[in-house]
């Protein structure tokens, strides 16, 4: 063959890869288009076709006003701290105790409600149901705080509830005493209106939820089991309402946590023979261990954005951005490489696309002139939906690639199964209707946990758990979990009131409306 035979070749095939490539981005484009375009923005329910119900209404007069803030507030004052796994504050527990009898005497004198402790500082309340035949659903909230101190810089104390220019501040007031205080305040007024309900509901109040919830929550779980109660579904603490915070969406958005991440607690280990410090080995203990911990640090583990249920949470959002984004987020399948590296660059939303790794604590050393023996570290990992504990192990025992460091799992568990969102989920779909009846504004997806709940160690009483309060959180808010300055409006708690005040109405709906034939919008 001649050269430029051989080049004319060489064209043609170069020719044929190139259109070919084209046709194939042409063909990619036209098929996320089509996605973008045939996107079901209410997934299938149709408001006007609930069945009706007399739903009373809540309307906030002023002497109401005072006296639900006096509530909210004093149960903030009360520090009901857990400090560590073995250490709470029993006596501020004993005294939320009498404080919730005092400020909710209808519920606790109710002939519709049964109360009982459980774990000595635990509440369970059941509210009886005109109808036993329609199975009853459960909120949960929980009592315990983390620790607080003034000295971090905080604006008011942290167990103060002062109020400054309408917000409340104070540990409790977003974790988790707004969800406690709203319940029970709604169930309060509930009664004194009137109210009896249709569908029977649990109440459980865990008092140990921030130490894992070994007391509360498992023992609460325990006495349902023993009673052989099934859950319609759960609802408990976990995302809220976004604004703002979402990069490039327009408008607020309502996050129901359909699952929440996994988690393990990880001990690495060094340990190599004592010695004097005046002939050093090359390596310490200590400087292998942090090492290993560098390691772990450099090497994030892999994006995994688009492989669990947090796609859902944009295809849902997706008609919400505006029109690059919009395309962007309506096809995932192509664009979640893409997304990832936008999501990754702030902790809040890097929480979204892997499992994250948190190195937490560091020890080792006994005295200056003593080469150390033993050098440890703890590593809390929260597990991304797409993953297990041990995918998430090995990967770790990868990436330390050290045998001299000691890998070991100290307890951990798998992300929670993923509950329904679809017409016939009951749960998710009362929660929207509830958020969309106070909240026109606002658009419902389904989302993931990043935090874990007491609601997990409920996964044998019901297989819908949902996680999600409707705290507004505009940018800079997410930070105030468990950080300084954690604080409620004022308004906003109110709006958490009459919220629960309808969602425990909207229960007692027998059934969901038939779902829409989905009809595509065009
Ligand atoms: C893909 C997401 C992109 C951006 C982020 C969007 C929304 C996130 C908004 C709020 C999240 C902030 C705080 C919630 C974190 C954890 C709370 C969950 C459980 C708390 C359990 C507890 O500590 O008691
Ligand atoms: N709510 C806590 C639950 C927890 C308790 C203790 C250890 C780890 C986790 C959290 O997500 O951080
Ligand atoms: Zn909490
Ligand atoms: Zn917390």
């Given at each position: 063959?001649?050269?430029?035979?051989?080049?004319?070749?060489?064209?043609?095939?170069?020719k044929?890869?190139?259109?070919?490539?084209?046709?194939?981005?042409?063909?990619?484009?036209?098929?996320?288009?089509?996605?973008?375009?045939?996107?079901?923005?209410?997934?299938?329910?149709?408001?006007?076709?609930?069945?009706?119900?007399?739903n009373?209404?809540l309307v906030?007069?002023?002497?109401?006003?005072?006296?639900?803030?006096?509530?909210f507030?004093?149960?903030?004052r009360?520090?009901t701290?857990?400090?560590?796994?073995?250490?709470?504050?029993?006596?501020?527990?004993?005294e939320?105790?009498?404080?919730?009898?005092?400020?909710?005497?209808?519920?606790?004198?109710?002939?519709?409600?049964?109360h009982?402790l459980?774990?000595?500082?635990?509440?369970?309340?059941?509210?009886?149901?005109?109808?036993?035949?329609?199975?009853?659903?459960m909120?949960?909230?929980?009592i315990?705080?983390?620790?607080?101190?003034?000295?971090?810089?905080?604006?008011?104390?942290?167990?103060?509830?002062?109020?400054?220019?309408?917000?409340?501040?104070?540990?409790?007031?977003?974790?988790?005493k707004?969800?406690?205080?709203?319940?029970?305040?709604?169930l309060?007024?509930?009664?004194?209106?009137?109210?009896?309900?249709?569908?029977?509901?649990?109440?459980?109040?865990?008092?140990?939820?921030?130490?894992?919830?070994?007391?509360?929550?498992?023992?609460?779980?325990?006495?349902?089991?023993?009673?052989?109660?099934?859950?319609?579904?759960?609802?408990?603490?976990?995302?809220?309402?976004?604004?703002?915070?979402?990069?490039?969406?327009e408008?607020?958005?309502?996050?129901?946590?359909l699952?929440?991440?996994?988690?393990?607690?990880?001990?690495?280990?060094?340990?190599?023979?004592?010695g004097?410090?005046?002939?050093?080995?090359?390596?310490?203990?200590?400087?292998?261990?942090?090492t290993?911990?560098?390691r772990?640090?450099?090497?994030?583990?892999?994006?995994?954005?688009?492989?669990?249920?947090?796609?859902?949470?944009?295809?849902?959002?997706?008609?919400?951005?505006?029109?690059?984004?919009?395309f962007?987020?309506?096809?995932?399948?192509l664009f979640s490489?893409?997304?990832?590296?936008?999501?990754?660059?702030?902790?809040?939303?890097?929480?979204f696309?892997r499992?994250?790794?948190?190195?937490?604590?560091?020890?080792?050393?006994?005295?200056?002139?003593?080469?150390?023996?033993?050098?440890?570290?703890?590593?809390?990992l929260?597990?991304?939906?797409?993953q297990?504990?041990?995918?998430?192990?090995?990967?770790?025992?990868?990436?330390?690639?050290?045998?001299?460091?000691?890998?070991?799992?100290?307890?951990?568990?798998?992300?929670?199964?993923?509950?329904?969102?679809?017409?016939?989920?009951?749960?998710?779909?009362?929660?929207?209707?509830?958020?969309?009846?106070?909240?026109?504004?606002?658009?419902?997806?389904?989302?993931?946990?990043?935090?874990n709940?007491?609601?997990?160690?409920?996964?044998?009483l019901?297989k819908?758990?949902?996680?999600?309060?409707p705290?507004?959180?505009?940018?800079?808010?997410?930070?105030?979990?468990?950080?300084?300055?954690?604080?409620?409006?004022t308004?906003?708690?109110?709006?958490?009131?009459?919220?629960?005040?309808?969602?425990?109405?909207?229960?007692?709906?027998?059934?969901?409306?038939?779902?829409?034939?989905?009809?595509?919008?065009?």
């Open positions: 063959m001649t050269e430029s035979g051989s080049k004319l070749r060489i064209f043609k095939i170069l044929i890869i190139i259109s070919s490539l084209l046709i194939t981005v042409l063909l990619l484009f036209t098929i996320a288009a089509i996605r973008t375009l045939s996107l079901d923005v209410n997934a299938g329910l149709q408001l006007a076709h609930w069945e009706k119900t007399n009373k209404s906030i007069d002023h002497h109401q006003r005072e006296e639900l803030l006096a509530n507030k004093e149960a903030i009360i520090p701290v857990s400090f560590s796994n073995t250490e709470s504050n029993t006596t501020a527990l004993l939320f105790d009498r404080f919730l009898r005092k400020a909710f005497p209808t519920v606790f004198s109710s002939s519709l409600v049964h009982e459980v774990g000595n500082y635990s509440h369970l309340f059941w509210v009886k149901g005109s109808q036993p035949e329609l199975v009853p659903y909120l949960l909230a929980h315990d705080v983390v620790p607080a101190s003034e000295s971090d810089g905080w604006e008011a104390p942290p167990f103060s509830a002062k109020e400054i220019d309408g917000f409340i501040y104070g540990r409790g007031t977003i974790d988790d707004n969800s406690l205080m709203g319940i029970l305040q709604a309060e007024y509930l009664l004194l209106k009137g109210y009896a309900p249709r569908r029977g509901f649990y109440i459980g109040l865990g008092h140990d939820e921030e130490i894992n919830g070994l007391n509360g929550a498992m023992n609460i779980v325990r006495v349902l089991k023993q009673r052989g109660v099934q859950l319609l579904f759960v609802m408990d603490e976990g995302l809220t309402i976004s604004d703002g915070i979402i990069p490039g969406l408008g607020p958005a309502a996050l129901i946590g699952s929440e991440k996994g988690q393990a607690a990880v001990k690495l280990s060094v340990s190599v023979a004592p004097h410090a005046s002939m050093p080995p090359r390596e310490t203990s200590i400087g292998i261990l942090a290993a911990v560098k772990l640090e450099d090497n994030p583990m892999p994006r995994l954005f688009g492989y669990g249920p947090e796609g859902d949470t944009f295809e849902h959002l997706a008609h919400k951005f505006s029109f690059p984004l919009k962007i987020m309506s096809n995932l399948w490489p893409l997304l990832s590296r936008i999501l990754e660059r702030k902790p809040v939303s890097n929480a696309v499992t994250t790794t948190a190195v937490t604590f560091f020890n080792a050393g006994v005295k200056i002139n003593v080469i150390p023996s033993l050098a440890e570290a703890y590593v809390n929260r597990i991304h939906s797409a297990s504990v041990e995918e998430v192990l090995d990967i770790i025992k990868d990436t330390v690639g050290d045998q001299r460091v000691k890998v070991e799992l100290v307890d951990g568990f798998d992300p929670l199964p993923i509950s329904g969102a679809d017409e016939k989920a009951f749960g998710f779909q009362i929660i929207k209707k509830t958020v969309l009846d106070l909240f026109p504004t606002v658009t419902v997806a389904p989302g993931i946990c990043i935090g709940t007491d609601s997990r160690h409920f996964v044998d019901t819908n758990i949902y996680r999600f309060s705290a507004w959180f505009k940018p800079g808010d997410p930070e105030r979990f468990h950080g300084i300055n954690e604080r409620i409006s308004k906003n708690y109110e709006e958490m009131i009459v919220f629960y005040f309808n969602l425990i109405q909207n229960c007692d709906i027998r059934k969901l409306p038939e779902p829409h034939s989905s009809v595509h919008e065009l």
